[in-house]
């Protein structure tokens, strides 16, 4: 069934793999009159593109968004806004040895089940190549946040065992892992360059906050914002988990300690990241995402092939010991198209409005 | 805009408050000829009700469904299942000294906020009450996994800081607060019965397990199986954070470890919790939910009234010291409701099924 | 698959069969703040309920509308409206003779195909019944629109090969079958009087007229705001037509006569029926609706049984020799509810609303 | 709002303006395993492209098609897939002297005064250009149809006031207006070059025939078959108006003889076409579409400018005198996107499917 859609009012539907032609997404439902133009958009495109630093895959993707329809004179004509991204350097012989099995942790099998087809051109549609299309139309969505005072920013907070300890968001531009704790940062750099030697890989945490979100978004009791956002986030490569504002650590605090107090001034405390009963407080968004170690290692593993016969293999090609790193643009792209979305279904929640 | 409805395919749309006469649910999408009796669904709300331990509220709802539509000759017809739940046991003069100010930790300032109005008849709509509808429309969805051998089993595993060591499942029954594990679960009703003098409460963490999910269920890239189930859950009330398999702490783990193997008798772990690119691998589905402590304490809290003023309240009634204790049937039915939804939806997968 | 439900935003979902205990429906994505009562929904429901006067069939419904949630004192809450009508007056036993045949024209045999049930109680959920819960749900969409400076009025043009040549709106409420039209309306009743006596029906054209509609509604390329309209006409009980404005008389017309001139105060024509490229203009919307003969008549009849074998029946019963008088508020319903759903999607088309 | 797809499992999604660089369309929710191949796909597009005889436009549109995804070694493989066409031959200058003012019967007026935007370059995404995304679409639909046994064919009934008396379908091929009738089709042949010399234009209707629909395709009771069909015709440029079977004409039948009589060899006859309880019947599925005289027209026409002075004008350009003609292939490809989605959605109906 139809998959490849989000969002209900600001909605985008996205097409391609990662090793055929071209990928692309079709925004539909963005009102009419934002100024966006081609450099807003790439400049959070590029931010997404690997080979920028020597910590991520060395591939060149060159990314170059091409605006098909939906502006005109520099804003958007509340029509269909089509982008289509051309793939390049696919070596798709770089996956010839694995044509005929199945990689652990990947979506081979599970394509396989489910389509019974297996196109073993990496990892085709189940590719993070798709997640530049998010990036794309997230910019979009950004954009129209932006011009209601809403900004969205996201970070790394843990890579494996090592964790931030600070918050100090001017330090996020500074390290090549995008975190926020300068200390953690040196720590998350020596690891990952580590795992490259190794050939192996592993997990992170990303945090994104939204600032400016007025209160009143999310539709209870189904498509709660918090809800939408968890699906969201869950909805990209390689996510495991997610949770707002204290998520599961609240399950240890008293509700004497947890319940944010109202004083006239606003919340005191903000344990509920921004979220109570599925709508936005006025609060800062809080979100974290659990992104699992990236599945593609050069350490041989063991797997069987399509006959189901154990066989010995390696991932050869360009991969990232960490993909959390480059999750992050992505991780503020969801954030940024579930708040478009709900803040425009805001705007039908009363007749006052 | 409408929020009230969940699933695409095998779709619920509930109505009613906590406070007003009847809350229902329609069941739309079910197919024709799955047996189905007021019984079955009937028990499954009695596991939900309210006032069956003296470790939770004594409220006495009798939560009596009825069925007006969607059944013939004891088989669904593939038309609308209609059910109807009268509420009783209504005391609105608890809510009195609550009426004109915001609970913290509660939807109060929320929903006054994005509608306008303040329904001060307990949580109106942002109410647990709203959850029998799901556990109601849950059952036909359980009953119609059931005939395709998937199972679903839910447990608490932690209370604030006590955590279940053991998944001894034959335990669950046997202790008042649903835990796999003997000495945990006695700790676990000392600390609540603790809480309930303090006049406090506390979170807790649900674990849901569904078993003989076939592989190919889910539908990437936005409907994946993972994400749909993220989005059922974090839409129940007081949920938090949610994650599949090893969830946050796989991020903690090198590849090389979380990559589950395949060997020709099927994986030999299950690190995903059983989805893998969005898409079930036939191993068990894994999800644990992290609920918060209930906001609703008697102990004096700090607020403000509508009108901003600073007031010291304490919240009088019958509440849950752990609602967390309460929520397992909850978080069943949205498993159920999700897998029962991407059953059907696999169904379209490929033109040869 | 989930088919009971109209609308995106302002979306409604009903349930139930006309010999079961209750039919109801779900209003969701209503927005708060509408002055909205019992009596007002009541009394559009009164206008389509049967026995009210010789020329329909004499059944007793009582249809008493239960509210039972989405008001708090006199006002949409935001939250879903719940609504319950109970059934009365089901005498099964006037079906019995009908339990193993396919009535021709009715929908027994293709719902038995689709679901393999025959529910041989009445004609279950195809029956006319369910056009009460659209009736209650468009009382509410009315008051929307009412409130927004919209009207809707319908009557019926033509009877048989009686045709309406005037649109006196003032006469409608004077004569039994809703016509515009003294002369033709008292040709209408003499033909239904003598359709009853022969023991046969014949079918009509309901026209519809909504007033006040602002330019600028309908979501192009799909969901254009004719395209909506047609899609609800079409999926109320026995209709096989709809046309706007114009409609099918207008592929006679030369494109010099058709388009419709624009002068400084405005469209001097309506050709168009208030709709141009799928939005509205800011003319009446006007629709046309093809309803055929009642397929319930007491003339005998041939037929099969489930199991193929010709036979002869006579539909028992009190049946309408005309479908289409009492279609007139159920036509009105459906383009309130088109409308209203349109009038809020129209709020999100351009930033600055 | 989003407004630019069509279809519930089997969901196109398109983009693109007449005189943009590109427009294109997404096909989600089509099974895996269907053979289909670029050349099926663009012989689909070339039977409506314009340039094919005298009688139509004699613009160059080279519409082909590039398909970017979905498809691996001939077959589908249950991901989206993306199709792009670029536009050529726009020759934007031909719009010049249209740019200030509001074209009668166009939807410049309408777009306008919805989104605020005044896109002079042709008609935008009003132009019939859109429909050559219907149309690949439609090919792919087209051919999941097939393979399960069901055709479409589309031919032209009427242009103004000349009818088609015959339904010789063999004639279809060999005159140049696409009509089963030989005599009308020359007696229409002329007319249209008379409205070439006239600078007029004149509406036409088409009609479209579906064999092979097995019975229980349709949704009841919002989602029925004709409703979904209603919308998917209502929802093509310049189309008034749509029935189904004898659609309007069996308003004036009687009950006795619009019924069709069961036998045990199937219906007798098919006033219903095809269709009861908005179900199919087996018969075949009968539409016929209304479509009004194209807006664009030489002769001189009374208008307002932006600024709401009365102007005369003449549209230049290369314009078809009966947009009628150009639309069959739009029109089956409607019928086959609406009847592939309730294909899809059929298998849903029962458990035992």
């Avoid at 004509?77 to 991204?85: A, D, E, F």
């Avoid at 914002?225 to 707002?244: H, P």
């Amino acid at each position: 069934m139809a998959g490849n859609s989000f969002g209900e009012i600001f909605r985008i539907t996205t097409f391609g793999e990662s090793h055929g032609p071209a990928i692309g997404v079709i925004v539909d439902g963005c009102p009419a009159g934002i100024e966006v133009d081609f450099e807003y958009i790439q400049r959070q495109l590029d931010r997404r593109r690997p080979g920028q630093s020597d910590l991520v895959t060395p591939r060149q993707e060159k990314d170059t968004v091409h605006i098909y329809s939906g502006l005109f004179d520099g804003k958007t004509t509340g029509t269909p806004i089509g982008m289509v991204i051309f793939n390049s350097d696919m070596r798709s012989k770089d996956y010839d040895n694995l044509k005929d099995l199945f990689r652990p942790g990947h979506a081979d099998y599970t394509y396989f089940k489910k389509y019974g087809i297996r196109d073993y051109r990496g990892s085709g549609r189940a590719s993070a190549r798709e997640t530049a299309c998010r990036v794309a139309a997230g910019a979009i969505a950004r954009k129209l946040l932006e011009d209601n005072g809403i900004s969205i920013i996201g970070y790394l907070i843990s890579i494996g065992t090592i964790k931030a300890e600070k918050r100090n968001l001017n330090e996020i531009g500074k390290n090549k892992v995008g975190c926020p704790d300068e200390r953690a940062a040196q720590h998350m750099e020596r690891l990952i360059t580590q795992l490259k030697e190794e050939g192996d890989s592993t997990g992170g945490i990303v945090e994104v906050i939204a600032q400016g979100v007025p209160p009143g978004l999310g539709d209870p009791v189904y498509d709660k914002l918090s809800a939408d956002l968890a699906k969201a986030m869950v909805s990209i490569n390689a996510v495991k988990g997610v949770e707002i504002g204290d998520g599961f650590a609240c399950t240890e605090l008293r509700g004497s300690i947890n319940n944010d107090v109202m004083s006239p001034d606003g919340f005191l405390t903000n344990h509920a990241g921004g979220i109570l009963g599925g709508i936005s407080t006025g609060n800062d968004i809080i979100v974290r995402v659990a992104i699992k170690p990236a599945s593609s290692i050069k350490k041989t593993q063991h797997t069987i092939t399509k006959e189901g016969v154990p066989i010995e293999f390696s991932v050869e090609g360009r991969h990232d010991p960490c993909v959390a790193i480059r999750a992050v643009p992505v991780v503020e792209a969801m954030m940024a198209l579930t708040l478009a979305d709900h803040l425009l279904r805001s705007k039908l929640s009363r007749v006052d409005y």
